[in-house]
């Protein structure tokens, strides 16, 4: 069972800057497709950005040019750079990953870390 563990969250004032970072239990997976999710109370969870098996990118129209996703090939680990957060970015972030390069889906969840911006 592959397991993704989030880390890197915390609080930080409006324009400020948070890096998020996720780590899977078999370091394989991260080669794959991955993305990051977030969910704010009492809305539906939401893809903020995902990077492909080569490295191509995706965000989210509400988060593009403030956040990068990112791979750390020397950690083995997806990372996530916000940068002038506002309130509205305030949530609990996941890391997504597939169990098979960017097939359909994506297989494991981390537990989230909570992002709050004030």
């Known amino acids: 069972h592959v397991q993704l563990v989030e880390s890197g969250g915390g609080s930080v004032q409006a324009g400020g800057s948070l890096r998020l970072s996720c780590a899977a239990s078999?370091?394989?997976?991260?080669?794959?497709?991955m993305g990051w999710f977030r969910q704010a109370p009492g809305k539906e969870r939401e893809e903020v950005a995902s990077i492909s098996d080569y490295g191509a990118t995706t965000y989210a129209n509400s988060v593009k040019g403030r956040f990068t996703i990112s791979k750390d090939n020397a950690k083995n680990t997806l990372d996530l750079q916000m940068n002038s957060l506002k309130p509205e970015d305030t949530a609990i972030y996941y890391c997504?990953?597939?169990?098979?390069?960017?097939?359909?889906?994506?297989?494991?969840w981390g537990q989230g870390t909570q992002v709050t911006v004030s």
């Open positions: 078999e370091d394989t997976y991260v080669r794959n497709c």
């Open positions: 997504a990953g597939k169990s098979y390069k960017c097939a359909a889906g994506y297989n494991y």
